[in-house]
């Protein structure tokens, strides 16, 4: 969980600007994610926050400022956007699993399909990473079969295969029933903890306090107020971020 180890930032937004029509979503942002870092987003739904996840992998364009991911401006079409997409995992709050395939093909298409591992290969790694994330008994069942704990693990697991750099977590927890947050949690600290460059929005404090190096607080599009988690979360320095975790603590 060093920040900045590697010198240079994996990621880096400059002054990005997001409009839906009228409505305009992403304001000047400025942020940078260092190598091994961990930066929890959290505000009010609406802010941006899972538009901000989007635009860095490229699922969102950008009308305005820069994105330069691991030295580069993030590639408009082509094979360098399949690599980047390829190099930065997203775990979504929906699990986005095939219904139709096992946990195992699962984990294992991307590999097969876009890295060009032979299936006994991926095969043989992915059922390390569904070991990692606690449910390789399940490796021959289908979504549906599995809790939505499992499920979602098994997205991390998914998303692990393709060695990504960066792994992008758009409130991977907000869909689970109480009782399966926590082993979603501890798979996510566990990666934190090996050193894994993530962004995680959620509304999980603990998680926060125990896993992130920075908390960025967005509003209206905008990145309002960001720190450390023991300051952010025992001093905020603003109205909107005192009132935003009056309501949720
Ligand atoms: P958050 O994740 O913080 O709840 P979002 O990034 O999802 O916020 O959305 C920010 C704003 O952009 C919201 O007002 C939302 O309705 C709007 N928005 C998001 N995606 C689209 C889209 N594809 N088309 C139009 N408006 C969108
Ligand atoms: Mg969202």
Redesign the pocket.
């Known amino acids: 969980m060093t920040e900045n180890s590697g010198g240079a930032p994996l990621v880096r937004l400059e002054g990005v600007n997001k409009h839906?029509?009228p409505?305009h979503?992403l304001r000047d942002i400025e942020l940078s994610v260092g190598r091994g870092e961990v930066v929890v987003v959290i505000?009010?739904?609406?802010?941006?926050?899972?538009?901000?996840c989007r635009v860095i992998n490229r699922l969102e364009t950008i009308d305005g400022g820069s994105i330069v991911f691991d030295g580069q401006e993030l590639p408009a079409e082509g094979r360098a956007l399949a690599r980047l997409r390829s190099e930065v995992g997203m775990v979504f709050q929906s699990f986005n699993l095939f219904s139709h395939k096992t946990i195992l093909e699962n984990v294992t298409l991307g590999p097969v399909r876009v890295r060009k591992v032979s299936r006994q290969q991926a095969e043989q790694r992915g059922m390390e990473l569904l070991e990692r994330v606690g449910i390789a008994s399940q490796a021959g069942k289908y979504p549906a079969q599995l809790s939505g704990g499992q499920q979602q693990r098994a997205a991390i697991a998914r998303a692990l295969a393709m060695d990504p750099k960066m792994i992008l977590f758009d409130e991977p927890t907000s869909a689970l029933d109480p009782e399966m947050v926590q082993e979603v949690l501890d798979v996510m600290t566990g990666l934190a903890r090996d050193g894994m460059t993530m962004m995680v929005?959620t509304h999980e404090m603990g998680f926060a306090r125990r896993a992130a190096n920075r908390v960025v607080f967005?509003a209206d599009?905008q990145i309002v107020e960001e720190g450390e988690p023991s300051e952010f979360f025992t001093q905020p320095s603003t109205e909107r971020a005192r009132d935003f975790l009056s309501k949720i603590l």
Not at 43 to 52: A, H, M
């Open positions: 839906f029509g409505l979503v505000g009010p739904s609406g802010s941006g926050k899972s538009t901000l929005v967005m599009g």
